[in-house]
């Protein structure tokens, strides 16, 4: 069974930075590209970020480039995201996704853990 | 969001609905990489289509995809009770981007 697990999040002040981490279990996560994608309170949902499965490939939401940063750790399964510079309307529930397919980044968004709540204030 | 879509669409139980997600030929129109997504209130989202029209495995056949232009269409067909729930559109914006729509509400009366 699919399982990723979020964590990392947290309450913390504008312009602050916060690294979030996914632990991935039940696949082959060196296989698949990963994403972030987040859901701010009452709101819909915003794609933030994606990298392939060799981190060749990377790709970023206009409204986090240049803060944000996507990265992957296959050796040890797990997803990152850096967080820079933070703002109020960063705050959200942050899913780590995986992605369906053969590695590159098709923007399937297949299995989802339960996320992890940033809070900018 | 790049992608629109009706705020809310409604329909007796039996009946089929379809929800619009209207892109450009930079999005939607460009390629085949439209999915959708079904969310229940305090749940995570669950991928319902994807290539636009297929579907997962243990995803039921009431549940159908199609484009046309720049504009994808999700089709719920025989509305259930259990339908009631939040549906967003999702497409290509660039070769590592993606874009979700802002989501529609469906209510079955």
């Known amino acids: 069974e699919v399982q990723l697990v979020e964590s990392g999040g947290g309450l913390v002040q504008p312009g602050r930075s916060l690294r979030l981490s996914c632990a991935a279990s039940g696949f082959t996560f060196g296989d698949y590209a990963m994403h972030w994608v987040r859901q701010a309170p009452g709101k819909g949902l915003e794609w933030v970020s994606g990298?392939?499965?060799?981190?060749?490939?990377?790709g970023y939401a206009d409204s986090v480039k240049g803060r944000f940063t996507i990265s992957r750790d296959n050796g040890k399964a797990s997803l990152f995201l850096e967080m820079n510079s933070l703002r109020v309307g960063d705050t959200a529930l942050y899913y780590c996704?995986?992605?369906?397919?053969?590695?590159?980044?098709?923007?399937?968004?297949?299995?989802w853990g339960q996320g992890a709540r940033v809070i900018v204030s | 969001s790049a992608l629109t879509q009706p705020a809310s669409v409604s329909g007796s139980p039996g009946q089929s609905i379809t929800i619009s997600c209207t892109g450009t030929t930079s999005d939607v129109g460009a390629s085949k990489y439209v999915s959708w997504y079904q969310q229940y209130p305090g749940q995570a989202p669950e991928l319902i289509i994807y290539d636009v029209n297929t579907r997962p495995s243990g995803v039921s056949s009431r549940f159908s995809g199609s484009k046309s232009a720049n504009t994808a269409s999700l089709t719920i067909s025989g509305l259930r009770a259990e339908d009631e729930a939040d549906y967003f559109c999702s497409s290509y914006t660039g070769s590592d981007t993606r874009v979700f729509g802002p989501g529609t509400k469906v209510t079955v009366l």
């Open positions: 996704v995986k992605d369906m397919g053969d590695g590159q980044i098709m923007g399937y968004f297949r299995h």
């Open positions: 990298i392939s499965w060799d981190s060749g490939a990377r």
